[in-house]
C-alpha cells in the first residue's frame, strides 16, 4: 500500500511568528494554577473580603507566578462601579488647593478610590466636565469650583453623589464641607483696631469666586462692628502678582491704608513682597498685613504672615466620608459638616504708625 504524500498545512495552522507580547493572565488563569474557584481569586484581592491565609498565599503565589494584577476596568464592569471620583477646583487655584487635593486623593486612595481632576473657570466649562464626568461613570463628584443649580441637579437626577467643599447654596439642601471663620475674622479686626489701625484695604479674589465673596463679606461684617469705614477695595485673582499690583494701587495714594487684609495666602506674599522690596516701606511698621488660608508658604521666616487657617485635613477626610457614605445610601438627608478656622498670629501685623 503506497502511503499517500502529506498535505501541507494551511496557512492559517502553520506557526506563526511570536508578536513578542505576551497574553495577559487573568483571574481564571491564577484559578486554575492555584486549583481554586475564580471567585475566591476575586475575593482575596477584594480589601476586607473574608478569605483564610491559606487560601490568600497560594493564590498570591500563582498570581505572582503567572504575572497576574486585577484589571480595574473590568472589574468596574461587573460590579458597576468605576471607583473613580470627579473632583472639580477652579482653574485659577486658590494657592489652599494644592494641599487640598493631595489630602483628598490620600482619603480616597485609602477606600480603593481614584481621583479624576477636572478644572472649572465659568458655568460653561462646568457643563463640559459634567458630561465628561459621566462618560467615565464616575461615581461621585467633589466640587470645590462653581456648579449652577441646574447642573448640580443634573448630577443628581443620574444619580451621581455630589460633595461641596467651601461651596453651597443657600436655599437648598446639599452635602456641603465648609470652614466657618467668622469668629477668627472678628478677632484679627478687633486685634488691628486695638493697634490703633483705622484706615483698612481688601485684596478681594475673583469677582465670581464664592469663597472670595464671603470673606470679603465677613472683614466688612467685623468692620461695621468695630465702627470702622468700608475698606479700600482691589480686585485680585489669588497669583502672588495680583498682591503686588494691589499694593501699588492701594499704598501710593493720598491716604494708604495702614492695614491690608488679603483674601488668600498667595496675594498676601505678592503684597508683602512689593511693599518692602519695591515701595521700600516697613512691614508692619508702615503698614500690617493679613490673609487667610493659613499655607506653609505664609509662615515662611522671610513672611510670618498673621493668617486665619483651615482645617484642610479634618475637612478632606469628612468630604471624603461623605462621599463614601453617599455611594451606599444615595437616599440619605443631606449634611453640612461646618469646621472651625484658626487665627495664626504672625509678624506681619503691629501697631499702626503714628
Known sequence: MVNSPQRPKAPEAQARPSSGRRRRATSYDVARLAGVSQSAVSRCFKPGASVSKAMRS?????AETLHYRPNAIARGLITQRSHLIAVLVSGRLNFDYPEVLFRLTEALSARGLRVLLF???SEADAEGVIEQAWQFQ????ISASHLSRRQYETLTQ?????VFFNRYFTNMPTDIVYCDPARQVGELVERLVGLGHSRFALIRGPKANMVSQERERLVEAALADQNVNGPAAFFGDFSYESGALAADALLTGSEPPTAIICANDMMAMGCLDQTRHRLGRAVPGDVSIASFDGTHMSQFASYEITTIR??????CEAAVELMSSRAHDPGAEREKRVFEAQLLPGSSIAEAPA
Open 58 to 62: 497560594k493564590v498570591m503565589r500563582a
Open 158 to 162: 443620574r444619580q451621581v453623589p455630589v
Open 138 to 141: 464616575v461615581d461621585g463628584v
Open 119 to 121: 478644572t472649572v473657570d
Open 310 to 315: 483651615q482645617p484642610i485635613v479634618r475637612m
